[in-house]
């Protein structure tokens, strides 16, 4: 009976893919709809323009009456946040340093409160076209560089799956770990008004490599086991192994997933407003990719094993 019960728990991902695969559509499809209707919000490191972070240490008033006091500035496009339990954050277009002390006059309430300034930043939109380019660089760069040493490290697996399905599978692991973590974001800036800036961009390279190491575990785990096998008996067990190299690296990648994710949520409840969607991306980034690397990359591998199979037998 105890037997019984390990091979299930080893056979579970491979056994219900299709399960996983139909989940997997659904989010993906899900943050692609999301991502095409609402858009990401982009933070002034992108477009350009001023942001003003203060803190009120008598007491934060109304949001309604902050904003009826910037809106005599006629600065077009205002974002105001409350931030902590005394601060507020203003996005605007870009401000000269007299206008910025008229601001914060007015965020003082014309001098009725007191206002501390927390910190003051400026990006012109030149600036934030060149981070726009840069950022889509290293993206494009790391992908990249995540093919290329995927195809090294499975250079010398032939059978009975081709060692460029294992690279094939990884990548198709971090595009669901990516487009699932873009979906969610689309959505909070939709929600919340929630902008991407460049942190998003480090959280989502953070993501790739995250993504591609967990997947590249199970993955190297299976080349080791098949590796054990005699090269002709390796297609008659192929789904029991995988299911076995899964069941190996299970421990680990949970355990670790785990740990990361409950610092990020310290950071999330404890951290300033500057990380805090920085660890957000990183806690969603992570949980897909676990996820990814368990359920969909090794159960992939069966998948292309089982049509290579069918196509030789017509």
């Excluded at 006091?69 to 496009?77: E, S, T, V, Y």
């Excluded at 790739?208 to 008659?236: C, F, M, T, W």
């Excluded at 421990?251 to 957000?280: M, Q």
Aim: hydrophobic residues 50%; contains cysteine; negative net charge.
């Amino acid at each position: 009976m105890a037997l019984d019960l390990i091979i299930i728990n080893n056979m579970f991902a491979v056994t219900h893919r299709k399960i996983f695969y139909t989940f997997s559509a659904i989010l993906i499809g899900a943050s692609l709809a999301l991502v095409f209707v609402f858009g990401l919000k982009p933070s002034i490191d992108f477009t350009g323009g001023s942001l003003l972070e203060v803190s009120y240490p008598t007491g934060r008033p109304n949001q309604s009456e902050i904003e009826a006091a910037l809106a005599g500035f006629n600065l077009g496009n205002v974002v105001v946040r409350q931030t902590g339990d005394a601060g507020v954050l203003v996005k605007m277009p870009t401000i000269d340093s007299q206008t910025k002390d008229e601001v914060e006059m007015a965020l003082s309430l014309d001098g009725q409160l007191e206002v501390f300034e927390e910190r003051f930043n400026t990006v012109g939109p030149t600036l934030g076209k060149e981070l726009v380019t840069k950022s889509a660089v290293a993206l494009l760069m790391v992908i990249l560089a995540i093919v290329l040493y995927v195809a090294y490290v499975f250079r010398h697996v032939t059978r009975p799956v081709s060692s460029w399905r294992y690279g094939f599978v990884a990548i198709i692991a971090l595009a669901h770990d990516i487009v699932i973590t873009l979906g969610t974001f689309a959505l909070l800036g939709f929600l919340l008004g929630t902008e991407v800036d460049t942190l998003f961009v480090t959280a989502l390279l953070v993501i790739l490599g995250y993504s591609v190491n967990d997947s590249i575990v199970v993955l190297d785990r299976v080349r080791e086991n098949l590796a054990q096998q005699p090269e002709k008996e390796r297609g008659h067990q192929f789904e029991e192994t995988v299911g076995r190299s899964v069941q190996e690296t299970l421990g680990r990648s949970l355990n670790t997933a785990l740990t990361t994710v409950l610092a990020l949520v310290a950071l999330v409840i404890f951290g300033g407003e500057a990380t805090r969607d920085f660890a957000i991306a990183l806690i969603v980034g992570i949980v897909a990719g676990t996820y990814s690397s368990i359920c969909i990359a090794s159960p992939l591998l069966v998948s292309f094993f089982e049509k290579q199979k069918h196509a030789l037998k017509k």
